[in-house]
């Protein structure tokens, strides 16, 4: 027995003498994780530690490796298979553990899987299929018309896909209405969802709510926005029953990726009219006075952080930058406008934040430009790059690897790769065929 004991008490005693700080000191056991966002329902993803150590994630919100790690361990997370149907990104995704980490950042967005272009000289919508390894178009079929027929060509001048990717919604300028379409799932073709809804006057550009329960559609000849709710089943719309006034010839409207608030490009009066927006009816109540903008204002962009708005002014060849306010909504103008090429026409943000494009009518240009995320300034990243004749319309995809153009006079749409680092854009082999007069472009994600 006493050799037993004996036995005990020295185990016991260099277990003391190791938790003290002896020789044998065992390393600090470190955790790493992070936040996974923006995955859809039903979907999962796979992520690697150094290549190896996999972790399985299928829900939003924080995830933790199965290996613990020793301090000073080195490691480099990676994705290992995609969610079907999305593309994820990672940040803070490497570094050396002195703690436990938590802060590797998964945010995931649907990939695109169809394009949509109104051509407004000829009635149609034009629907392809979008490759998302080379970016390519292809068209899946004759274009759609809009409109309601009759004597008018209805001259669709915007499209725009709800954020589910099951509809989509067409301002048609010359007969006051808004078409309405579902997608087909697998091939991208378009169904009539029912009998045209009436605008105003002169529905010139047209947006959804991030939530995909509003619908808001500019009248440039009326002075005014018309607002609809879309029925979450069908896609149908259903006016508020009331017009909210704008500024005059107000040429596009878009909704900041909060939900809570609404800004509108009024051409003829130099100036961005805002509004809070009724998060139960989608009603709007304006944020008074306007907000000076450039000359003749054509378009305007909020950056996907909802921080910023930047507004081309196209008689002025420049974009002007305004802050939000995160509480009540309203602008205020920060640092000067920036040159861009002859009479800029519309602006787009790219998802992550960091670019910002410029299709310039008169020159046959885009401009690109780096975005200060802290303070919104915009830089220009040296010459514009060619595009078809009279380009109208600039889209980047959810990924962010690709660029589009509608290319209004040379009935065409111009596809471009973007340089992750730079933003440079690189044209695609050739231009991709259109019907008359394309001028708005709008990307469907996958379902």
Known sequence: MSKIVSTTVIALFASLLTACGGSEAVAPIFTLGGTVSQLAAFKSLTLLN???DTLTVSSNGTFTFPTKLPVGASYTVSIGTQPLGMICGLTNASGTLTTNVINVNVVCLKIPAFAYIANGNDGTISAYTLNPSTGALVSVGPATATGSGGLHRPDPHSVVV???????YVANEAQNSLSMYGINSSTGALTSLGSDVPTGLGPFSVAVDPTGRFLYAVNVYAASVS???INSSTGAL?????????GTDPESLMVDPTGRFLYVANFNSNSVSAYTINPSTGALTSIVPNVATGTQPTSLVIDPKGNFVYVTNSADNTVSTYSINS???ALTSIGSAVTTGAVPICITIDPADKFAYVANATDNTISTFTIDRASGGLASTGAAVATGTTPTTVAVDPSGKFAYVSN???ASAWGYLIDASTGALTPMATPFATGAGPYSIALAPVQ
């Open 50 to 52: 150094n290549g190896s």
């Open 162 to 168: 709800d954020p589910t990717g099951r509809f989509v």
């Open 227 to 229: 607002a609809y709710t």
């Open 238 to 246: 259903t006016s508020v029953g009331s017009v909210f006034s704008t």
């Open 327 to 329: 509480s009540t909504g």
């Open 408 to 410: 209004f006079a040379a």
